[in-house]
């Protein structure tokens, strides 16, 4: 089949590189977002998906919003089936119908759990044990269409975002050859979703920040939802730090009895920080302007105590 391939980000690549490689498809063109500032000196860089798009001579439309115009682009490339994996856009009628198959969907959740942007960070941050990949054929919807094939996977306790969404791909490419085989051939009999939905918004970088009012499991779970996109912060007099890596500590040691929430006591060489329940041993953080490091040498740095908000 020709397809048009929509995405964006690294995981995006792992697919569009498989369907390039494998050869049984052919992409007749790449949607991604447009070029966007990036670090610091907010340099524009074109995303992950244009970058290996264009290495490998195929036709690149960046759009951050399907148009007219955009439509057209699509168009004249006469695609049998587009395929959507973390573009960051949503698709209207009008662009849905240009392929004779429409449009396909890889989404990191098992639907209609977890509808929206951030399924595998907003699982994680809820204190999920399963997530999985869903394909399904788009509307206008909320990821709310038909579903042609659905595997679960189990979250490990030390996933984090990344860890689980690079996984996750790797099952989505398993389960993409058999789901576009019976499209092209035409039995292809998706079904539609049951059960009750939830919403997985967009993390924003205030939904990273760290309330320490919460329990240690709540603060662990937003620490690897959050990781590596926005980050988990939470303050230090008037200094943002970022928590890369952190867990539930399983005893409360003595010396934390009597402190004030959000407190940091280096304990045993731990990075040990009371929360409103539980202890929180802080396993790596990244102060402002400095590189990732160990928790208990940054501690140790303070003098072996401070009081995060």
């Not at 447009?34 to 290495?55: F, H, L, N």
């Not at 682009?73 to 949503?90: D, Q, S």
């Not at 399904?136 to 038909?146: A, H, I, N, Y």
Request: hydrophobic residues 45%.
């Amino acid at each position: 089949m020709r397809i048009v391939f929509a995405g964006t980000t690294t995981n995006a690549v792992d697919v569009l590189r498989y369907l390039v490689e494998q050869g049984r498809h052919e992409i007749c063109a790449v949607l991604t977002r447009e070029d966007a500032p990036v670090g610091r000196k907010q340099i524009m860089t074109e995303s992950p998906v244009a970058a290996y798009a264009g290495s490998q001579g195929l036709r690149v439309i960046k759009a951050n919003r399907l148009n007219a115009d955009t439509n057209e682009l699509i168009a004249e490339t006469n695609p049998e089936l587009g395929l959507v994996i973390a573009y960051g856009a949503l698709l209207k009628q009008a662009s849905l119908e240009i392929p004779n198959h429409g449009w396909l969907n890889i989404h990191y959740s098992m639907l209609p759990q977890w509808r929206g942007a951030a399924p595998v960070q907003r699982a994680l941050m809820a204190g999920d044990s399963e997530s999985g990949v869903t394909i399904f054929q788009l509307d206008e919807g909320m990821d709310t269409g038909p579903i042609h094939a659905q595997v679960a996977a189990t979250i490990e306790p030390d996933d984090n975002a990344k860890t689980l969404l690079d996984r996750l791909t790797n099952v989505a490419i398993s389960m993409l050859d058999e789901t576009l085989s019976k499209i092209d051939a035409g039995i292809a009999t998706p079904a539609a979703q049951v059960g009750a939905s939830t919403h997985a918004a967009k993390l924003s970088r205030a939904d990273a920040q760290i309330d320490w009012s919460y329990s240690a499991s709540q603060i662990e779970n937003l620490v690897r939802g959050a990781y590596p996109e926005p980050i988990a912060w939470a303050k230090v007099d008037t200094e943002a730090i970022r928590i890369i890596r952190a867990r539930r500590h399983g005893s409360v040691p003595s010396q934390l009895d009597d402190v004030e929430i959000g407190t940091a006591l280096l304990i045993d060489s731990l990075a040990l920080i009371k929360t409103g329940d539980g202890v929180l041993q802080v396993i790596e953080v990244q102060p402002a302007s400095k590189n990732i490091m160990p928790a208990s040498d940054w501690l140790r740095g303070k003098h072996g105590r401070l009081v995060l908000s």
